[in-house]
C-alpha cells in the first residue's frame, strides 16, 4: 500500500503530480493543442480544418481548401505565437499546413 502524505497540498498541485508520474503530459499537451486551434481558429477555419496533430515540438494541421491553406501560410508565426499564448507554455517550434 501506498504510503499517505500527511501533509496538505491542493489539488491543483496533486492533479500536476499525478500527470508528472504517470507521464501523460505529452498525450494532454496534443489535445490542449487541438482545442486551442479551434478555440482561435474559429468556425470559418475549422470549418476547412481535417487534422489537427502534434508531433515534438510541431503542429500538422490538414485542410481541404488550397486557398486557405495559402493565405495562412503568410501569417504562420503569428499563429504560432497566439497558440503560445494560448497554452500558457512554448509548446509549439513549427507550423505545418497541409
Known amino acids: 500500500m501506498p504510503k499517505r502524505h500527511n501533509d496538505h497540498i491542493s489539488i491543483k498541485d ?3 503530480e499525478f ?5 501523460l503530459e505529452k498525450g494532454l499537451n496534443k489535445v490542449n493543442a487541438a ?7 474559429g468556425n470559418g477555419v475549422n470549418n476547412y480544418t ?3 496533430k502534434l508531433e515534438r515540438e510541431t503542429l500538422y494541421i490538414q ?3 488550397s486557398v486557405l ?3 495562412l501560410s503568410y501569417g504562420k ?3 504560432i505565437d497566439m ?3 494560448e497554452l500558457g507554455q512554448n509548446l509549439i517550434k513549427k507550423l505545418i499546413l497541409r
Do not use: G, Y
Open 77 to 79: 508565426q503569428k499563429i
Open 83 to 85: 497558440l503560445n499564448e
Open 14 to 16: 496533486a492533479l500536476k
Open 19 to 23: 500527470l508528472e508520474t504517470n507521464k
Open 50 to 52: 481535417t487534422s489537427v
Open 69 to 71: 491553406r495559402e493565405e
Open 63 to 65: 485542410l481541404s481548401s
Open 35 to 41: 482545442e486551442a486551434w479551434a478555440k482561435l481558429m
